[in-house]
């Protein structure tokens, strides 16, 4: 007995970022066909999928991440604020300045926990006093849930932190410079149940303020944490819905197929 | 059955006893001539070794005299091709790692890994045409210049190869934060890779340090203490090589002190390399 389902908002909330048709190659090799999707503010949206069916190339081509592997070519339009990011002559730098991602394997820069976080802002020179910088990155710390854990070694180099302690402070170091969307590639596939938990947690309380897009292999993660869910398969968008009706009620059959398992 | 499996093991443990005795002699042949070769030099020259021979230059003979002059020259000239070289050769190995790439950056590689082999005598005989002939003197000068030649291909490899070993996350993490790639290569992976190419750059320096040939039309040698640059200046190699060819025995003794010198800063630099660059972040 199917309960009823809440009604799909879409077209309340403004959409942050819009994709049209995009197509995607490694080289010869195509990797994305025809992908278009909307992504509202303010959001979680996760893309699921089995592995190689193009959601972490996806997500990457949303800060333009891409553009440093050689051989790589866009079709296609990807809008952030209405603004076409592949349009000639776009600043990459400032829209990955807008535009935040968070990595599966944690990379902390081999320095100090403060430099770390200070990092993004020093580059872009977004403070200037040393006051202001270290508010900043207490800040960010704290938005991160790390902030108590570290707050008496913040000059101790971040490779002494634990797995999951690294990954928040990479999430920390995103935060710290405020974009405007958070991009994060299966940000707790490498970590315990309760340090996945912990970062789960905090991408709720993160959407508040930032639109999120999660890449995740872990279905439960991503019907515990989005709002949105899109599902791939071989570099094509299947469906995407609202999370609670892709999980429960889905349109099509291969995405039903793989949500109950039968593949992938 | 059991039987040949027994008779299986105790083949294969032969083997690997022999295996394992014959790379144990080896080594020791190997470590054995180092050591040998060292407590020769020790024993020639800790006779001769003497303060007033550290610090004197040289005197006719009969006079004593010492290697003073040839001490300091020594230590001038790889200043100057630190001051030329290590720059240059750490710009191209950032090159030959981070921007390069292609046939260009191929095409870079080679030259730079052709250059890693010429013979030190041909730098010597090229920065000899190109600068001794039209200044018309020897100098200190010309011989930092060719000593640097020979460190700038090894230290842009040995550069290349460390910033290769940062891994791609670091870049790739810098590059999220809305950094440029200046900043990325200038701020993350060479300091990542700092400790690596400060070992390259010292390892550099020991191995110039006991060039001969491209002294010997260069620097030239001198029996006095360096003034300036534009004047031919004594090495410690050079003067090694001048009292070992002469015929005169206290020479000869101050050649054996002399090099027992020279290998005491050679291994003096390649212990501090080590001492400096242990695990620390």
Known sequence: MPRPMAPVETSSAKTKVAVRNLNFFYGRVQALHEISIEIPERIVMAFIGPSGCGKSTFLRTLNRMNDVIPGTRV??????DDHDIYAPGTDVVDLRRRVGMVFQKSNPFPKSIFDNVAYGLRINRVTSSGSELEGRVEQALKDAALWNEVKDRLKTSALSLS???QQRLCIARALAIRPEVLLMDEPASALDPIATSKIEELIFDLKKQYTIVIVT????????VSDRTAFFLLGKLI?????EKIFTAPSVKTTEDYITGRFG | MAASFTNIDRIRRANSAFMTTLT???TLLAVGALIIILGHIAWQGIGSLNWQFLIDRPRPVGEGGGIGNAIVGSLLLLLISSVFGLPLGICVGIYLSEIGRGRFGDAVRFIVDTLTGIPSIVT???????IVVPTKHFSALAGGVALAMIMIPIVARTTEEMLKLVPHSLREGALALGAPQWRVILGVV?????????TGAMLAIARVSGETAPLLFTAFGSRFFPESLNQPIASLTVQIYNYAISPFDEWHAQAWAATLVLMTLVLGINIMVRFLTRKKF
């Open chain 1, 217 to 224: 292999h872990n279905m439960q993660q991503a019907a515990r």
């Open chain 2, 24 to 26: 144990g002699l080896c």
């Open chain 2, 124 to 130: 010597g005989v090229f920065v000899y045409a190109i």
């Open chain 1, 239 to 243: 469906e995407v819905n609202a999370t």
């Open chain 1, 75 to 80: 079709g296609g339009e990807v809008l952030i």
């Open chain 1, 163 to 165: 797995g999951g302690q």
């Open chain 2, 190 to 198: 060479v300091p990542a890779a700092a400790p690596g190419i400060a």
